[in-house]
């Protein structure tokens, strides 16, 4: 492989000898484990708030907080990928990880815990965009399709498995044997990382505008913070969400500004020049949006309302996300041959047709069907997810790779974040309002029926957000790439 590329923002290092796919093997392993340990510890926040004596808008800090770090550090990931090696960059994201691994296992107060969050978060925060950034360098563009399919199959597969195998280990185990399983197999990445990682880029080392970041953190930490916080219960009305949100948008004006007037930007907002990186990412954006209010509604339902067990509720979401994972190499393929646009416009068609399913369940609603419509939702998001963001990177030039996987690694944080508060908000303000004037005051099923009427509020928001996706989907083209 002979990879040329000079770059204002990095420059990639001419060699023939560089091996892809241990590289590949690397990335895959690591960002394995690392979502899988993301995902498992939703399933323990019961145990947590038993253990530690805590009440469930703190135990969401476990969450809130491994959010925000993301917020904060992925956006000036671009800035960070331009310092350092390659290597440098994967070992010391799987030493954080590590780091954060064990602190968990082994902690003794909540405190100590949520500091273990922000240490693995930072892990996390370095490896992702690193992963993108090094795919988009190594491999052709004609072949990007595939690679990411394997990428989106990791991405897809860890979190699906992550509440089934942690719902197994809560019944015979502590919460913190879901960090002691993680831990060898984060030593095994960095090992393995250790023999076979190369560095693909030269850093270049551009000067740091301390300001600019000062603006970033402020601008992506506010707005997460604010719509976590409106999410777990503060509200929409409250002084801390408003504060947060208002500060966070006046540091995003304020950052773009000033990345528009410097020579060398932390984030080079030229990116947002190419009409299909654009749409890329906003249906990146808004898939998800609805796929992670999906995700966060359905375990509620499924223990609230039918009665089932974490274990049992893992189990009946594991196969839509495997179906997920397992379809992302086989979507990329099919990109790599035939683009975007006959992906992702009926994948759009099969997530509104499941949102419409999911929109009507009920007390009645077999767990069949629910598995059914979640497979459906998870078939199209593989259809959605990888080709658009492939499809979008892929019009960058060289130069904005570092810029183009910063931005779309963050804003995906964001909209998990949008897109969570925004469900809970309408699942609480709609049970609220079955509860405040109830068809049959004296039925004791109300509460049931009431959180079942906030959850079909819910999921008709996220109708709305899909079909203004399937409408952008038309305007999608496939990128004619001209460079390597």
Known sequence: MNIDMSANNGSAIARDDIKTMPIIASFLIAGFIGLFSETALNMALQSIIGDFGIGETTVQWLTTGYLLTLGILVPVSGLILQWFTTRQLFITSLIFSIVGTVIAAIAPTFTILMIA???????????????????????????RGKTMGLMGLVISFAPAVGPTISGLILKSLTWHWIFWISLPLLVVALVFGSFFMQNVTTPTKPKMDILSIILSTIGFGGIVYGFSSAGEGGGWGSHEVIIAL?????????????????????????????????????????????????????PLYLQNVLALSTFTAGLLLLPGGLMNGLLSPIMGGLFDKFGPRWLVIPGLVLVIGALFGLSTIDLETSKGFIIGMLIVLMVGVSMIMMPAQTNGLNQLPPELYPDGTAIMNTLQQVAGAIGTAIAISLLSSGTKAYLSSPADPANPLNPLLAFT????????????????????????????????
Do not use: C, D
């Open 117 to 143: 969050r922000v240490v693995q978060a930072v892990g996390t925060a370095l490896l992702l965009p690193l992963m993108f950034n090094t795919i988009l360098v190594l491999v052709p563009p004609q072949n």
């Open 246 to 298: 208002v500060a966070g948008v006046l540091g995003l004006l304020l950052f773009s500004i000033r990345q528009l007037k410097m020579k060398q930007p932390v984030i080079n907002l030229r990116a947002f020049q190419y009409p299909m990186f654009v749409l890329g990412l906003i249906l990146v954006v808004i898939v998800m949006m609805v796929m992670l209010s999906s995700m966060i509604l359905l």
């Open 453 to 484: 009427e906030g959850v079909h509020r819910s999921f008709i928001f996220a109708i709305i957000i899909a079909v203004i996706g399937l409408v952008l989907a038309f305007f999608v083209k496939r990128v004619k790439v001209e460079h390597n």
